[in-house]
């Protein structure tokens, strides 16, 4: 156990073998605290006031760019209404094996 302690810490892996980004914050969602930001430097008569509409519009961007990346967004509506329909039906029938099997008395619960 004392070797262990006085040996260096592993190398940290290259940087292509890092692990995939988190997903961003709930708050990175929110629009509410750039709008805020906007009306108080119009209230104030600021200068600011466009490196915030920039910063809102870099937002909306980013968004949109997140938006156009998730998985499923060409799917129509009637499409995954199918599908679930779908995967509806396949539950159905499974349960309905499942408790034709545990009717045929093939399979003993342990008892404990």
Same mark, same amino acid.
Do not use: T, W
């Given at each position: 156990?004392?070797?262990a302690a006085?040996?260096?810490?592993?190398?940290?892996?290259?940087?292509?073998q890092?692990?995939p980004p988190?997903p961003?914050a709930?708050?990175e969602?929110s629009? $509410?605290?750039?709008?805020?930001?906007?009306i108080?430097?119009m209230?104030?008569?600021? =200068?600011?006031v466009h @490196?915030v #509409?920039? %910063?809102?519009?870099?937002?909306?961007q980013e968004?949109?760019k $997140?938006?156009s990346?998730m998985p499923?967004?060409?799917v129509?509506?009637?499409?995954? =209404?199918?599908?679930? @329909?779908n #995967?509806r %039906?396949?539950?159905?029938t499974?349960?309905?094996?499942l408790?034709?099997?545990?009717s045929?008395?093939m399979?003993?619960?342990p008892?404990?």
């Open positions: 156990a004392g070797r006085e040996e260096p810490p592993p190398p940290e892996p290259p940087a292509e890092k692990p988190l961003p709930q708050e969602f629009f $509410l605290p750039l709008v805020h930001d906007i108080k430097c209230d104030k008569d600021s =200068q600011d @490196q #509409l920039n %910063e809102l519009k870099n937002k909306f968004m949109r $997140l938006i990346s499923g967004i060409g129509s509506p009637e499409q995954q =209404q199918q599908q679930l @329909q #995967l %039906e396949q539950v159905r499974k349960n309905e094996l408790q034709k099997y545990k045929l008395c399979f003993e619960i008892k404990e």
